[in-house]
């Protein structure tokens, strides 16, 4: 199993920045895809970014240019660079890594991004 950990959220005004972070543990090997969700009051839970084994990263529209996703392999730690926030960019932000043979799907606990006008 993969367990994750997020941390890295708070309240911000808009234009400011942000870093997320996960930090996997358990069977980190068979980690496939590794990336954010967020979640707003009353919506649905809606990706953000994640990346591959390979590197390969993608990205909502509605993030690109302003978010990056990276990841330290060394730490099993992947990353959400988050600039030029945006008040409705305000939702919970969850990791999600998707493992084994993409048999598996694991969440973190969540992180509140808050961002005010």
């Known amino acids: 199993q993969v367990q994750l950990v997020e941390s890295g959220g708070g309240l911000v005004q808009a234009g400011g920045s942000l870093r997320l972070s996960c930090a996997a543990s358990g069977s980190t090997s068979s980690i496939n895809v590794i990336g954010w969700y967020r979640q707003a009051p009353g919506k649905q839970r809606d990706l953000v970014a994640r990346i591959s084994n390979s590197g390969s990263a993608n990205y909502a529209d509605s993030v690109k240019g302003r978010f990056t996703i990276s990841r330290d392999n060394a730490k099993n730690t992947v990353y959400l660079q988050m600039n030029s926030l945006k008040p409705e960019d305000t939702a919970v932000y969850y990791c999600?890594?998707?493992?084994?043979?993409?048999?598996?799907?694991?969440w973190g606990q969540g992180t509140q991004v808050t961002v005010s006008s």
């Open positions: 999600n890594a998707v493992y084994n043979i993409y048999l598996y799907n694991s």
